[in-house]
């Protein structure tokens, strides 16, 4: 059961989240508090759990019919008596493990920051939850996607107390948002075939596999755009989306009935984010120390 739960978590994706709260909370305040552990360690595995283990639950049905779950794409569960057991287990857990780091970082922060932590526990809950299912109302899915991503960073600004319209500010988390609009959708596009025979709805199934991709790297590019407003150093991150706009723009010519094929790029997506984060974070290390 414990390995069910931690696969349900996705611990690829880990870093993706607890690291832009880290990294925003640290550099906007140079302190290594109670608040940055604390913060870091929910980003880290609970948050994890949360996003991923309820569209476990609640996707189940079209993940038996999805090829690619199985494995660090998602854990599917084939024997349905135990698949139940499992889902009411990560139910639990998700409570268990969520509510109380949520509790603290409420009464940690100002009112902002509170409202802002909500905001972003909610889009996780409703991306995937039934009567919401966002993760159905295109184009809301993509948004919904980025947010779960961008949200931990917008977070930790609000509670350092972080003007988000700062010159120095906006360019990284709106950038931040579209990168992971492009990502979700491009995400989607494997998904088109296997979504529209399970009646689940998404960005890349209403415009169609193509046109999803052409915009991925669109935003992609746009996201680009938006870090040469960056001063020296921070300017040179404006080159990190091109890796994925290259990589992404390899399916350009991409079907509906060929989508599947985007699945190649999708796995290099996910070990695309290891140098990308890796190099990030050098660009972090030398702002901190104003060695350019």
Same mark, same amino acid.
């Given at each position: ?15 993706? *989240? ?14 290594? +508090? ?40 998602? +854990?599917?569960? $084939? +024997? ?80 350092? +107390? ?49 046109? *999803?991709? $052409? ?51 999708? $796995? ?25």
């Amino acid at each position: 059961m414990i390995g069910a739960l931690v696969r349900a978590s996705r611990p690829i994706a880990w870093i993706n *989240t607890a690291y832009p709260f880290a990294a925003g909370y640290l550099m906007a305040t140079r302190d290594v +508090d109670a608040v940055f552990i604390v913060g870091t360690l929910f980003f880290l595995v609970p948050y994890n759990l949360l996003m991923y283990g309820i569209n476990d639950v609640f996707d189940y049905e079209s993940d038996l019919a999805n090829p690619r779950k199985g494995g660090i794409e998602g +854990d599917v569960v $084939r +024997d349905r008596g135990e698949a139940r057991r499992v889902h009411r287990a990560i139910l639990i857990a998700c409570a268990v493990t969520v509510v109380p780091f949520m509790a603290w970082l409420l009464v940690a922060g100002d009112a902002w920051a509170a409202f802002t932590l909500v905001l972003v526990v909610f889009g996780v809950i409703a991306y995937s939850a039934p009567g919401l299912r966002f993760k159905e109302r295109p184009f809301l899915d993509s948004l919904t996607s980025a947010l779960h991503f961008a949200g931990p960073l917008l977070y930790a600004l609000v509670l350092a +107390d972080v003007p988000l319209t700062g010159a120095n500010v906006w360019p990284v988390w709106v950038a931040f948002i579209l990168w992971g609009m492009a990502s979700h959708a491009f995400g989607a596009v494997q998904d088109v075939n296997a979504d529209r025979a399970g009646g689940i709805g998404s960005v890349a199934t209403v415009i169609g596999a193509r046109a *999803t991709v $052409r915009l991925a790297v669109v935003l992609y590019l746009a996201a680009s755009a938006l870090l040469l407003a960056l001063p020296w150093p921070g300017i040179l991150a404006a080159a990190l989306p091109l890796a994925y706009a290259a990589s992404t723009a390899r399916f350009w010519a991409i079907t509906d009935a060929t989508c599947e094929e985007a699945n190649r790029g999708w $796995r290099t997506f996910l070990w695309l984010n290891q140098p990308v984060g890796f190099l990030v974070t050098i660009l972090l290390i030398v702002q901190w120390n104003g060695w350019a």
